[in-house]
């Protein structure tokens, strides 16, 4: 018999100046979903008051095998923080089963939508990650 092993979960994470991007490769679930929230918490509190301030966050999904429930509300979790934060979250090159989820759970406008302002931040600018590209799914 057979078995398929799931593909090995990584974050890769690239700080640009304005902005940081988490390439995001294999399941986001139960399992990993809590390495991506620590990942973006740490960088996100190195990085803040640094030489340059993050403004975006940019979570890159081309990589992405599949998401659960605790995959989805990781995501949520992270959309608060940033609009707390007053920084912008971009899904970029979602693949067809992140937007079909995000479709069916009624999420995809919540998470692409513009961030709300924060106290003191600058206007934020649009999260839609379609603009950076849509890899097939």
Do not use: K, N, Y
Request: aromatic share 2%; with cysteine.
């Amino acid at each position: 018999m057979t078995t398929s092993h799931p593909p090995a979960f990584t974050l890769t994470v690239d700080v640009q100046p304005a902005a940081l991007v988490v390439h995001v490769a294999g399941d986001l679930d139960h399992e990993t979903c809590d390495e991506l929230m620590r990942a973006v918490d740490r960088h996100l509190g190195d990085h803040r008051g640094s030489e340059g301030r993050i403004l975006e966050l940019r979570l890159d999904f081309a990589s992405l095998g599949s998401i659960d429930s605790m995959g989805l509300a990781t995501l949520l979790m992270i959309r608060r923080r940033t609009d707390a934060a007053g920084l912008r979250l971009r899904l970029d090159r979602r693949t067809r089963c992140l937007d079909r989820l995000l479709e069916i759970t009624g999420t995809l406008e919540h998470l692409t939508r513009p961030a709300t302002r924060a106290a003191g931040s600058g206007a934020p600018g649009p999260a839609d990650g379609r603009t950076a590209g849509h890899a097939p799914g």
